[in-house]
């Protein structure tokens, strides 16, 4: 069973430092992986997907790597920004015919201004 | 922009009345999801379509159940809700062999009284 640990469970910074967070995953199987972003009381938006033959994605201020063999993801925020406070959720999709996206828990970002 | 909208965005029912959220997408995925997210907690998967397909997770109670209409509608109904169901209940949709991830609505917070 496919079992997703996100680290820290909370982090909190000054603006302006670079960050990264970090997304392990037992069944290295997987079709791809997806990092998203969870505003309080919100739904989730998607911040990266990287497919499993992929290494790594960037957009603009965050940058995701996929290491399979190893079973860890990371997220790197450049620069960070109060405005970048939120929870981040990694999730992993087995593919084939399991349909299911198997999420971490996440980890709570706090960014002072 | 092509989406995914739940309605309403938060419902309040009474212990044991039936209550329906609803989702529409225009991505035209061919997979629609529910989850359930309990505060700080992962979304947990409920059931899925796979087109006209259902799917249902096997620890989901009976107490939910789930409509898909047509491709573009989702409903969740919850039969009796009690206090433990208050949370917040996420549609997400995919399509299934084409990588594009998952995309998330912005979620119904439900309260039961």
């Known amino acids: 069973k496919q079992e997703v640990t996100q680290i820290p469970a909370a982090l909190s910074v000054p603006e302006g430092e670079n960050l990264v967070l970090n997304c392990s995953f037992t069944?290295?199987?997987?079709?791809?992986l997806q990092w998203f972003r969870q505003d309080p009381g919100k739904g989730l938006t998607s911040l990266l997907l990287?497919?499993?033959?992929?290494r790594e994605q960037t957009s603009g201020r965050l940058n995701a790597s996929l290491d399979k063999s190893s079973g860890r993801s990371t997220l790197y925020i450049a620069a960070s920004q109060p405005g970048d406070s939120a929870t981040y959720l990694c999730?992993?999709?087995?593919?084939?015919?399991?349909?299911?996206?198997?999420f971490g828990k996440g980890t709570l970002l706090t960014v002072n201004p | 922009d092509a989406m995914v909208i739940q309605n309403p965005r938060y419902q309040v029912t009474q212990f044991g009345k039936p209550v329906t959220l609803s989702c529409s997408q225009t991505?035209?995925?061919?997979?629609m999801y529910w989850y359930q997210q309990k505060s700080s907690q992962a979304p947990k998967l409920l059931f899925h379509?796979?087109?006209?397909?259902?799917?249902n997770e096997a620890d989901t109670p009976d107490n939910f159940q789930s409509r898909r209409p047509n491709t573009s509608f989702c409903f969740l109904d919850i039969r009796s809700p009690g206090l433990g169901d208050a949370a917040m209940y996420l549609c997400?949709?995919?399509?299934?062999?084409?990588?594009?991830?998952?995309?998330f609505g912005s979620g119904t917070r439900l309260t039961v009284v």
């Open positions: 999730a992993v999709w087995e593919g084939g015919s399991n349909y299911k996206l198997t």
């Open positions: 997400a949709t995919s399509m299934l062999g084409r990588g594009y991830g998952y995309t």
């Open positions: 991505l035209n995925h061919n997979v």
């Open positions: 069944d290295s199987a997987i079709y791809n």
């Open positions: 990287i497919q499993s033959s992929q």
């Open positions: 379509y796979y087109d006209k397909d259902f799917n």
